[in-house]
């Protein structure tokens, strides 16, 4: 029987990008033997077993989270120092990294955090514009180009045993929106939670920081204890 680490390195080897509407790039840093095989070393460390696990989704990787290494709101800094994963990169982070580990630290380690939840993203690629980052959302032409590619790979997320009954949406409002609807067309998740997104409270909401960590340890504990 296949691990949820085999499931998941499947699934990311084989993710086939949506075609993009003129003006658009793609993250998509699967491809590269470096970035794949972090992604192994970190997939085996955290998710060799066959347990199940809550569902975090996040908007898409960003350029320099997951769009350097290859995991959801993972720079490099956070994945040597907080994972213990040596990588090729330079010691740089990210505003979201940097909230989300300090959630990780606080609710006990990665071992622990990686032992309930995955986190994965509404759209498990990224997108660019102009050389900027741009959410799925962002255009209504690049919304529906990428819609039938997030469908299928939350379908096949699904079928890796993930619990079903409460899900995560880290974007309290548009990201929220969209999953809330493509979830009431399709039956994914029993109930959604929204949390704001870590980007959101370190640019503008920075001073009430503390309190938007411990709002996601309780969401998370709440969770976790069911």
Known sequence: MS??????????QQL????????????HPQPDAEVMGVVNLFFKKY????NPRHLILGINPGRFGAGITGINFTAP??????????????????????????????????????GDFFIGAVSPLGYVKD?????????????????PFILHSIQLQLKMGFDRDTCICIG???NFKFLTALNEKNNFFRNIIPLPHPRFIMQYRRKQKH????????????????
């Open 3 to 12: 691990s949820l680490a085999d499931l998941l390195i499947q699934f990311y």
């Open 16 to 27: 086939v990008p949506p075609r993009m509407p003129r003006g658009y790039g793609i993250l």
């Open 47 to 50: 998710y060799d077993d066959n």
């Open 77 to 114: 800094r956070q994945l040597k120092n907080a994972c213990g994963i040596s990588h090729p990169w330079k010691d740089s982070s990210e505003l979201s990294a940097e909230f989300i580990y300090d959630v990780i630290d606080q609710y006990g380690g990665a071992s622990k955090f990686y």
């Open 131 to 147: 050389g900027k980052n741009i959410n799925y959302y962002d255009n209504p032409q690049l919304r529906e180009s990428v819609t």
């Open 172 to 174: 309290h409002e548009k």
């Open 211 to 226: 309190e938007f960590i411990s709002q996601y340890l309780e969401v998370l504990k709440k969770i976790a204890s069911h």
